[in-house]
């Protein structure tokens, strides 16, 4: 064996947390880093600091909740464990009495190596401790038992009990007595650990006796009992297992219910983490063509969204946020459920397409990215929503519910982001490529694994919720967090919603699309995903995985159409998607009368006026249909139109408030004898005009209503081309994602952090000759001997240890080398820094000399 191989000697044992991080090497410090963000914020001094600030409360609450089921139930188990811990009694702890589990060692041993690397746990095999603010947050106290179920000690239970009773339990355990209550706890504690002694005491227990202990045994160890006691109560007060705490209140301690548990800490042991369960099995072309339908949807329906809200979206409403009454109109107008559409107005709001255009009367519109984003191919336009739903925080799923004001949340509305969403998203996308091609997985499968990567702390299947001795025990559960599961459950579901949505799965199954957007290998065979790390794929990464996704859908989805079928039931029938200019023109000549795998348009005379509103003639409508039919142009359309170009313009309006002017004297006639014109107050100025007191625009319609196809005319007499107004906010930027706390820092700096880090902690600790002030934190000398000590270093070449105030009055030391002093100024490289800097010396509070 070699020397690297052998055990610790007890002189390397680390005595603190900070000199257990010391120890590490660069890459193992780095891991840390890694893994807890925020102890780089701001980056620490020296190993010391970093020590202390990976133990404050904050840091490792977050810490635990990142660990997933079994590395909780470890940590759990080193909390009731003695202080320090073998790595045997953990393992018993863990194990119980059933041993040679080779799926529990193995994964005992890559648990305890997570707790350690994430300075949660430290120390060698023969003394594993746990972080004391962990021990304080899973360690039994009064107020709440552990997550394991368990209660405090024998020794914690009766410190204050007075040495008569102490003696007494001992004699009525059948123990010898002993001459102090230490000893007394200490004959009772190895009493209670002894598998044979406490298997013959509870032998003589009665049947009431042990039916108490076994409703104790898992949790939670307290209840109550009366003044006076029923008979098989008070023969487990007698012998010490039951123990009071307080006037009524009484507990298991700790021994005696790992005895009764067969040693083990938990109830359920979960060492491996549960698998994906497929639910039906397609074939994986029918899974990307069901996909690849569902994803052109995605787009039609963005397109449509915004079309909707082209000359002018719904107002803002004041707190930020779209109205009830607009969602509900959106959801109408693009034949959606409601929360459907809140999620297809986040989509859009989340890539940058839509947002308020800043005006006095504020309104949603599109973005000048809406205009860019249409000009791309289709898998481009995907790949731009697929990959603004992977990494956006905000949650439509939440839109209806409310927040902690009890205040409705609404679309597009603030308080709807939700850290962990992104996570969780790619998550349970990742967990679907564990799955053979073409299987959907079980939902409830899914939420168990998710369940284990990431449980609410206090819920490792310690303790059942057992009652208290008499029908009164106490219920307190420790630490409940069933509300972050239950939002992480509901998220999951809504991912595998939203994904079907936007084509990246189809019939449940992940595509082979879905699976390059996430950046797995489409030729690599199902294998068990990596566990949960908190780190996302950076930008460079998901453009790169979002055009590799892009260019595998390209070829699944249909090629746009230059023609469609007309009917002679005045409607024409696209069989796919169509051309751009072709679907731009048809939708003002035709309105949409649904969709699907073909889509159908209808002619009305409504649409027609409305083409020629926009500029056509009767013979441009007439070529139009002609270059665009693969059939005949039916009789009844083609009489359709010239009937109503006929009729259009016959009839002029213009601003008097507004009039009408004709040449055909009966057609006014005919219009003032109408009763349905009197709500326009009309009234004749010559044989051929007709003034109103409405606006042009109301009389417009107005005429219209009554079967007339009347044009508006300009001041000089010419015919008004209406066309849409396509309304468009300033340029905005896309919604950047809220995170939760600092973010996973990359290679470069955590390389710079280690690096700073280490200099630092080589600065405090450098051994350095003995000074007089030898208690300061800082060196002090005086400005004399500050200079002689600089220039002296200059001439040998050796690092000295200085104390520095910089600009903003924060002090720190550092070990320097000086090169050169001049001008009030020494110039040297700074081992803190690793890098030559120069320092002013009137801020230099002092400077000593290094050991040999």
Request: net charge negative; hydrophobic share 40%; aromatic share 4%.
């Amino acid at each position: 064996m070699s020397t690297d191989e052998q055990p610790q000697r007890p002189a390397d044992t680390p005595r603190s947390l900070a000199e257990a991080l010391r120890s590490r090497d660069d890459e193992s410090l780095g891991a840390l880093l890694h893994a807890r963000p925020d102890l780089l914020t701001p980056v620490p001094n020296d190993l010391t600091q970093l020590a202390t600030r990976a133990a404050t409360r904050a840091s490792v609450v977050r810490a635990l909740e990142r660990l997933d089921r079994f590395s909780q139930q470890v940590a759990e188990a080193l909390a009731v464990a003695p202080e320090p811990a073998t790595y045997e009694e953990l393992h018993a702890l863990v194990a119980g009495d059933e041993r040679g589990d080779t799926a529990v060692d193995l994964a005992l041993s890559r648990a305890l190596a997570a707790l350690r690397e994430q300075a949660l746990a430290w120390g060698p095999d023969d003394k594993v401790r746990l972080v004391r603010t962990a021990r304080e947050l899973l360690a039994p106290a009064p107020q709440y038992p552990s997550p394991t179920g368990l209660g405090p000690t024998v020794g914690e239970a009766t410190a204050g009990m007075s040495p008569n009773r102490m003696q007494d339990i001992v004699a009525a355990a059948g123990l010898p007595s002993t001459h102090d209550a230490v000893s007394a706890v200490r004959s009772l504690t190895e009493l209670f650990t002894d598998r044979t002694r406490m298997s013959e005491l509870l032998d003589q227990a009665p049947a009431e006796s042990v039916e108490v202990l076994s409703r104790l045994v898992w949790g939670p160890p307290y209840g109550q009992v009366t003044a006076d006691p029923a008979r098989h109560l008070r023969w487990l007060l007698d012998r010490g297992l039951l123990l009071p705490t307080s006037p009524g209140t009484v507990v298991l301690p700790r021994e005696a219910a790992l005895h009764l548990r067969a040693g083990r800490a938990h109830r359920v042991l979960e060492p491996v983490p549960p698998a994906i369960e497929p639910l039906r099995d397609h074939r994986p072309q029918a899974v990307d063509a069901a996909a690849a339908s569902q994803a052109y949807m995605a787009l039609d329906t963005i397109e449509e969204l915004l079309k909707d809200w082209d000359e002018g979206g719904p107002t803002v409403l004041r707190a930020g946020g779209l109205s009830v009454r607009d969602l509900k109109r959106t959801a109408v107008a693009l034949d959606v459920p409601e929360p459907v559409a809140a999620f297809w107005v986040e989509l859009a709001y989340a890539a940058g397409l839509v947002a308020p255009d800043g005006d006095a009367d504020e309104r949603y519109a599109a973005t000048p990215a809406f205009d860019d984003w249409q000009e791309r191919p289709a898998p481009e336009r995907w790949s731009v929503l697929t990959t603004a739903w992977l990494t956006a925080t905000r949650t439509a799923g939440l839109i209806g519910g409310r927040d902690g004001k009890d205040r409705t949340l609404s679309a597009l509305g603030p308080h709807l982001d939700r850290s962990s969403a992104p996570e969780i998203r790619r998550r349970v996308l990742t967990l679907l490529t564990t799955l053979p091609d073409g299987a959907s997985p079980t939902p409830d499968s899914l939420l168990a694994r998710l369940r284990w990567e990431r449980p609410p702390r206090g819920s490792s299947g310690g303790g059942a919720s057992a009652g208290g001795v008499s029908s009164g025990g106490h219920t307190s559960g420790g630490h409940p967090a069933s509300a972050p599961m239950e939002l992480r459950a509901r998220i999951a579901q809504w991912t595998l919603n939203e994904a079907e949505l936007l084509g990246i799965t189809g019939r449940g199954a992940l595509s082979s699309h879905g699976r390059a957007l996430l950046g797995a290998d489409e030729a690599q065979a199902p294998a068990e995903a990596e566990p949960l790390t908190g780190t996302g794929p950076t930008a460079a990464e998901l453009a790169l995985s979002g055009a590799r996704a892009a260019r595998l859908l390209a070829p699944l989805l249909p090629e746009p159409l230059d023609h469609v079928l007309l009917q002679a039931d005045l409607t024409a029938v696209a069989p796919g998607p169509l051309e751009r200019p072709l679907a731009e023109t048809l939708s003002v000549l035709a309105d949409v009368e649904s969709k699907g795998g073909a889509t159908v348009y209808r002619f009305t005379p409504g649409s027609v006026r409305r083409a020629l509103d926009a500029g056509k003639a009767a013979s441009d409508l007439h070529a139009f249909l002609t270059a665009h039919s693969r059939t005949p142009v039916p009789q009844p359309l083609a009489y359709l139109i010239d009937d109503v170009a006929r009729k259009h313009g016959h009839l002029r309006i213009g601003a008097a408030s507004a009039y009408v002017r004709c040449d055909d004297e009966a057609l006014l006639n005919e219009i003032l004898a109408d009763k349905r014109s009197q709500s326009l107050r009309l009234r004749r100025l010559a044989p051929t005009v007709l003034a109103a007191q409405a606006d042009p625009g109301a009389l417009l319609e107005g005429l219209r209503g009554m079967g007339f196809a009347p044009a508006a005319e300009s001041a000089e007499g010419d015919v008004l081309i209406t066309r849409a107004h396509a309304h468009r906010s300033p340029p905005r930027t896309a919604p950047e994602p809220v995170h939760d706390g600092p973010q996973v820092p990359d290679e470069t700096l955590l390389g710079a952090a280690v690096r700073a880090i280490r200099a630092g902690d080589l600065a405090s600790t450098a051994p350095r000759k003995a000074a007089p002030d030898a208690g300061s934190a800082l060196p002090r000398t005086t400005a004399a001997e500050t200079l002689a000590t600089m220039q002296a270093a200059v001439l040998t070449g050796e690092a000295v240890w200085i104390g520095y105030v910089n600009a903003e009055g924060s002090a720190s030391q550092r070990v320097i080398a000086p090169i050169r002093v001049e001008g009030g100024f020494v110039t040297a490289y700074d081992h803190t820094a690793d890098e030559v800097r120069t320092y002013p010396l009137h801020r230099v509070t002092g400077v000593a000399e290094l050991a040999e």
